[in-house]
């Protein structure tokens, strides 16, 4: 399972402005909404229902927001660089500033788990988050998210 997959070019925000977790996850629910056409209200709730199982925040500044969705066709990925990292409970109590959402279908089983060990692995990769910390455009941030099999993309930052 490649990146570009789970994440479409339009799909990527190169600088969320945003105040806290809640607020973040309300936005990045208003834009799955769009890409999903499902309704905001119910990714939200899904999301916020996976925080009370345990945040998401997996540490070093990194969020990987998830859940599943009945009536979602695909597994969606969004893909958020914060304009100011925000606090988020964390493992590591750090403030959060990359954030990937990871939408799945109820009955993406496996496929789903896949998704998340996927975009973990690519996001334990130290090097892949300094040059995402570094570019200032959406279509960079992209480039280095989809980059074939590594994930890293020297040319795009």
Sequence with gaps: MEMS?????GSVIAFLKTNGKKQLLQDLS???AALTELPERRIFETLMER???GSTG??????IPHGRLAGLKRIV???ARLETPVAYDAVDNQPV???FLLLAPESAGADHLKA???VSRLLRNQAVCEKLRAATKAE????ILTEPSTGVNTQAA
């Excluded at 997959?5 to 070019?9: E, I, K, Q, T, V």
């Excluded at 997996?58 to 969020?63: D, L, R, S, T, Y």
């Design 5 to 9: 997959d789970l994440l479409a070019p």
């Design 77 to 79: 990925g969004l893909f």
């Design 140 to 143: 960079a941030l992209y480039a």
């Design 116 to 118: 998340l060990a996927r």
């Design 30 to 32: 208003a834009r799955a």
């Design 97 to 99: 500033d990359l954030v």
């Design 51 to 53: 925080e009370r199982l």
């Design 58 to 63: 997996v540490g070093q500044g990194i969020a």
